[in-house]
């Protein structure tokens, strides 16, 4: 069986991986809380940082606890223990965990595992106890899901903790007594709720100025066809490096308006990261492609003048392009983002110059449906309808 959470009608889909698609109706919401655009900036740098084994410098800018979602994060209801939680939907870890807003105290259905937990994030963490309970979502439970309950988080506010979706690997050494953690997609698998490890993510710019849209719909089990067009093109996922024990993929190269400005790379897709993080030297040249510079203020390449070649990311043998319209903030939103009116800014960051230096972030997967495929080790990208 396959099941989605939409903000649109439930109806009978065809897809690729699955025969039928039975979708529920549940909101995916896009959610943004932002004082510092360069919180933003931040928060991908600091994951990048614990991608490579490093710990992430204090930031000034993050003593408001607001990092991990100071941005435009993705965040959908899940049932614990019968009561519901709005958590952040993170393929960049693989924890699930409540308590950062309201208490998680396990319920009468919930059962104590006696250990203990603690997960870094890079820009913000968590510590508590682990004890398992009935979880729902999407119209799929887990009556025994191993659940972080948080006595102590930095880094969020807003919202009530993370369903991780990424691989099981992640979460090792994270709990006391347990060497990995089954994540909810590995629990529906192993019970045959769902008959392929399979999760398609469907992410859509907001409107305008809005900023807080029921406009986004995960699949688990499967792939909704009627969010994408063509075909699903799949990439092997890494067997080695630092980026292998996430959602790692190979890069072979970037390119602005048709020509190089970066070479072969890896790299993770990651839906709990706002940005597009790329190498130094791919990012300079970028920069120097555009007339643009990195804005002391926000963190944010920025420009005077818009720039008008499309920008592109190579999986294999595959380029996927991203048009200005894409890769640059919408003047509408910069109102909420405390920008400079009269200038232009991009949604593409520097990485860093060694280690794993580029993050897929949001800002791709908004024009890209993706698919993360356990069951065959490999992400897919198809365009977002």
């Known amino acids: 069986m396959l099941f989605a959470i939409s903000f649109l009608a439930a109806a009978a889909l065809a897809s690729p991986i699955e025969v039928q698609a039975k979708t529920a109706v549940l909101p995916l919401r896009h959610n943004a809380k932002v004082t510092s655009f360069k919180n933003i900036v931040n928060k991908g740098q600091a994951r990048l940082l614990k991608v490579n084994g490093q710990v992430a410098k204090p930031d000034p800018d993050a003593s408001s606890g607001s990092v991990t979602n100071e941005d435009v ?16 939907v993170d393929t960049g870890s693989s924890n699930t965990w409540c308590g950062a807003q309201a208490s998680c105290e396990q319920s009468a259905t919930g059962r104590s595992t006696g250990g ?53 690997d992640l ?11 089954p994540t909810f997609l590995d629990n529906l698998f192993r019970q045959g709720s769902i008959s392929t490890e399979v999760l398609g ?18 699949t688990l089990g499967g792939t909704d066809s009627s969010k994408f067009s063509g075909s ?32 072969a790379t890896q790299g993770i897709v990651d839906t709990g990261t706002t940005l597009i993080y790329i190498p130094t030297a791919a990012y300079n040249s970028f920069l ?17 003048t818009k720039p008008t ?21 919408p003047t509408a939103q910069y109102s909420n983002f405390g920008l400079q009116s009269g200038k232009f800014y991009a949604w593409i960051n520097n990485g860093g110059s060694s280690g794993v230096n580029t993050i897929v972030g949001q800002k791709f997967l908004e024009n ?11 992400i897919g990208f198809a365009p977002r309808k």
């Open 73 to 88: 994060t993705y965040v959908a209801p899940v049932s614990i223990g019968g009561r519901t939680f709005e958590l952040i």
């Open 116 to 168: 203990s937990v603690q997960v870094s994030y890079g820009s913000g963490s968590f510590s508590g106890t682990e004890y398992t309970d009935k979880v729902s979502f999407a119209g799929l439970t887990v009556n025994s899901q191993s659940i972080g309950s948080a006595s102590s988080s930095t880094g969020f506010q807003g919202v009530d903790g993370i369903i991780g979706f990424g691989p099981v």
């Open 171 to 181: 979460t090792q050494g994270t709990v006391s007594n347990a060497n990995t953690v």
């Open 201 to 218: 993510v469907y992410f859509k710019p907001e409107a305008g100025s809005d900023t807080a849209d029921n406009n986004g719909e995960l």
């Open 232 to 263: 699903i093109a799949f990439f092997p996922t890494l067997k080695s490096g630092s980026a292998a024990p996430y959602w790692g993929i190979q890069i072979n190269g970037f390119s602005y308006n048709g020509r190089s400005v970066g070479g």
């Open 288 to 304: 120097s492609a555009t007339g643009g510079r990195t804005d002391s203020s926000s963190g944010l390449a920025i420009f005077n």
């Open 309 to 329: 070649g499309n920008f592109a990311i190579t999986f294999g043998s595959t380029s996927f392009t991203l048009t200005p319209a894409q890769y640059l903030v």
């Open 368 to 378: 890209y449906y993706s698919v993360y495929d356990t069951s065959n080790a490999r």
